[in-house]
């Protein structure tokens, strides 16, 4: 075990807790877990995002590793542009171009993302940032016409075909699998569900008892949902507390012990002096 | 009578931070005195594992790592599970991610299983294409052309160049294709844009929370089986007979969920005595 292990098994343990002692109450150590993890994962998001997909795909494609000398004015001029990048920031913009597998010629046509990635950057410029509503348009524009498709095949035509159930050739009863009962449940559970979203109609007389099933319907479908987040969080807490033991252990120097002691005093120190400037004042 | 009833009234409530102490304490101590209670497979657990078995040796299997260490309990120990089934087949794993920090735990399983357990070979048994931002847009391409979205692997070597690689060109080219998903882009992303269109077969992984989302495309058959959160890796691990992280806290999460059982049900009871009196005053 190496130094940067163990000190990465301290501070794990130093965050983990930090968050657990907002179940005490608010205070310092878990302001201070809260920022790390805003500001690091935020960090963290953008330096992923900007090496595995501008840097590569990006300026991989618009400056690649050219095949021989350059020649011709225009791609003298528009290597001369990447030379001069490459002079501030050499790491991002290599010597003699990006070699990504994208090939030995310039797609001039990804001077349209990259455009628009600058445009929607300009939303922080006051005068000019009606220009990210361009980015953000096409953004939008390409989104939804991408899941229009897919979500009319997956989540319409599949789901209506899953829930065109057969009453036929199948055993009256089965406690998991298909039988007559379970999809006289899917039957009545599907129709009445969505007969509750119907509000053109007011929910009285007998469509008002048809509504009420669906309801419990609902109501059974947010309990299970309840019951599987409960669960979730337990499985979480599970891996919490087994990484909390494996850092208490003397491999990492009993880090959970003496963080978790180290935390209680200071915290009761806090505590009683903020008692006691609350008497005082 | 009076005085049991007051009890409970009182007891009703309690401080938050007692019933934090006591779900602490329940989950904790089975940790360390595992009490080895029965783990049986569910049949959408089945469904995964039958799945793998009709694999045969040198089929291919595009696995897919949505998750990070937030949610890394739930999921890592299934995708570890189903990493060790594909192995022992010796079917050929290709790992992509659409999650930043996926990357690093599919880095963390396969070094465990592909490396360690089973002693494959990197670029002939399986291959880790790494991350792409983009979500949906990086499953459309994947669809049409493997090679529009990866060119590289995440160690930097080109496709091309990678023997395993030789004749796969889309999704369509695999036999099998699982995603470890805790949320988006995952496993509906898959099921819209890959496994619905292609009529690949696919399996699931998912936190506790999406199974309620996920379910209707198992019941449909737009998804072959699914392994929900810790209790699913737990069945899979059973399934493979190799126990895992996912049994070890099984014992926790029992015993969790009963003691939480048992807060409900006594808070709904010093719920409804509370109101008899009110009402009786």
Avoid at chain 1, 128 to 148: F, K, P, Q
Avoid at chain 2, 205 to 212: A, E, K, L, P, R
Wanted: hydrophobic share 45%; charged share 15%; aromatic share 14%.
């Amino acid at each position: 075990m190496n130094g940067s292990e163990i000190f990465g098994a301290w501070v794990a343990v130093f965050l983990t807790l930090g968050i657990f002692s907002y179940l005490y109450k608010d205070n310092p150590f878990y302001k201070i877990a809260e920022h790390v993890f805003v500001g690091v994962s935020a960090g963290y998001w953008m330096a992923m995002a900007f090496w595995t997909q501008v840097q590569p795909n990006l300026f991989g494609r618009l400056w690649p590793t050219p095949e021989g000398q350059i020649s011709g004015f225009l791609m003298k001029t528009w290597y001369g542009i990447y030379n001069l990048f490459g002079f501030v920031l050499p790491s991002v913009f290599p010597d003699g171009g990006i070699d990504k597998g994208h090939g030995h010629d310039p797609h001039f046509i990804y001077l349209l993302p990259f455009a628009l990635g600058i445009m929607m950057l300009l939303s922080v410029a006051s005068k000019l940032s009606w220009l990210a509503r361009l980015g953000i348009a096409y953004t939008v524009g390409m989104a939804a016409g991408l899941r229009a498709y897919a979500f009319l095949n997956s989540n319409v035509l599949g789901q209506i075909k899953g829930s065109a159930v057969s009453l036929v050739d199948m055993p009256f009863f089965s406690l998991t699998g298909v039988s007559v009962f379970n999809n006289l449940i899917i039957l009545v559970g599907t129709i009445t569900g969505l007969l509750y979203f119907y509000f053109s109609k007011e929910h009285a007389g007998a469509f008002g008892k048809v509504t009420r099933v669906g309801i419990y319907f609902l109501m059974i479908s947010f309990g299970a949902s309840f019951g599987f987040a409960v669960m979730g969080r337990i499985s979480l807490l599970i891996g919490r507390f087994t990484d909390l033991i494996t850092y208490g252990s003397s491999t990492y120097n009993y880090a959970s012990i003496w963080v978790l002691l180290l935390m209680i005093v200071l915290l009761a120190v806090w505590t009683f002096k903020g008692e006691k400037k609350s008497v005082s004042q | 009578m009076d005085k049991f009833l007051d009890w409970i009234v009182r007891a009703g409530s309690l401080d938050r931070r007692v019933i934090f102490v006591v779900i602490a304490l329940v989950v904790i101590l089975p940790l360390f005195f595992p009490l080895g209670l029965p783990i049986r497979p569910t049949n959408s657990s089945q469904d995964v594992y039958n799945a793998v078995e009709e694999l045969k040796a040198g089929d291919k299997a595009l696995v897919s790592f949505e998750y990070g260490p937030s949610t890394k309990p739930e999921i890592h120990p299934m995708a570890v599970a189903l990493l060790r089934h594909l192995f022992e087949k010796d079917v050929q794993v290709y790992i992509t991610c659409l999650w930043p920090d996926g990357q690093f735990m599919a880095m963390e399983a396969l070094q465990q299983v592909a490396e360690e357990q089973y002693k494959k070979e990197y670029g002939t048994d399986y291959v880790l294409l790494g991350y792409r931002p983009g979500a949906e847009a990086v499953i459309k391409g994947l669809v049409s052309n493997f090679r529009k979205v990866f060119t590289v692997d995440s160690r930097g070597n080109f496709l091309d160049d990678i023997p395993m690689m030789t004749g796969v060109n889309q999704v369509a080219d695999f036999d099998y294709l699982f995603s470890a998903s805790a949320g988006y882009p995952g496993t509906v992303e898959w099921v819209q844009y890959a496994a619905d269109p292609t009529g690949v077969t696919m399996s699931t992984g998912t936190t506790s929370i999406q199974v309620n989302e996920v379910m209707p495309y198992v019941q449909s058959g737009q998804i072959v089986g699914i392994l929900g959160g810790m209790p699913g890796a737990a069945e899979y691990e059973s399934l493979i007979a190799q126990p895992g992280i996912g049994t070890s806290g099984m014992d926790a999460q029992s015993v969790a969920h009963l003691v939480i059982v048992g807060f409900i049900i006594f808070g709904n009871i010093s719920f409804f005595v509370e109101r008899r009196r009110s009402k009786k005053y």
